[in-house]
T-cell receptor, first 113, second 114 residues
């Protein structure tokens, strides 16, 4: 059974650019959640996808968008990058939208200059 | 407004002794609590959880205690080992309709000294 994987591991962008981060969920899991973790903070919930539909959203602007594919892998897209978007982006998968325990990937560290 | 608070940013413990990590919460709607452990350059790893209907859950060296009246939970690690050195996050979960919201504390960095 493979765990949650994310790509890339890290990247550098400039303000105003767009970025796409990718996540493959754990085998058998149909739900993916994305989190942003700024330095010294706990993870903040961005949104969740369940069976290819958005299933809940945190307090993030519309320039944060996502997709989930039929194989339950997922993308996080961020448009018009701002300096404050620099953070570790974590993807977590679970067997269902209402599942209490989530399993995390290693994260993608994004630096916006 | 921080709904889940870990007031100790760091903790240092001698190998073999007990580590106690604390967490306080404000929202009485939380019905499930989790502890995650995070090493540098890795994602959080699920460690142990407890339902709000219980006051204790034990798994090997790890025990979580929940005091609902005080809105307080703690993670006990005994005996502590150097490999336990990591950042520990407390997270609280509540039912948000068709999904669950997970609210995190800021973490406590535990150092276990040989």
């Amino acid at each position: 059974e493979t765990g949650v994987t994310q790509s890339p591991t890290h990247l550098i962008k400039t303000r105003g650019q767009q970025v796409t981060l990718r996540c493959s969920s754990q085998s058998g899991h149909n739900t993916v959640s994305w989190y942003q973790q700024a330095l010294g903070q706990g993870p903040q919930f961005i949104f969740q996808y369940y069976r290819e539909e958005e299933n809940g959203r945190g307090n993030f602007p519309p320039r944060f968008s996502g997709l989930q594919f039929p194989n339950y892998s997922s993308e996080l897209n961020v448009n018009a990058l701002e300096l404050d978007d620099s953070a570790l982006y974590l993807c977590a998968s679970s067997p269902g939208g209402n599942e209490k325990t989530q399993y995390f990937g290693p994260g993608t560290r994004l630096l916006v200059l | 407004d921080q709904q889940v608070k870990q007031n100790s940013p760091s903790l240092s413990v001698q190998e073999g002794r007990i580590s106690i990590l604390n967490c306080d919460y404000t929202n009485s709607m939380f019905d499930y609590f989790l502890w995650y452990k995070k090493y540098p350059a890795e994602g959080p790893t699920f460690l142990i959880s407890i339902s709000s209907i219980k006051d204790k859950n034990e798994d090997g060296r790890f025990t979580v205690f929940l005091n609902k009246s005080a809105k307080h939970l703690s993670l006990h690690i005994v005996p502590s080992q150097p490999g336990d050195s990591a950042v520990y996050f407390c997270a609280a979960s509540l039912n948000a309709g068709n999904n669950r919201k997970l609210i995190w504390g800021l973490g406590t960095s535990l150092a276990v000294n040989p």
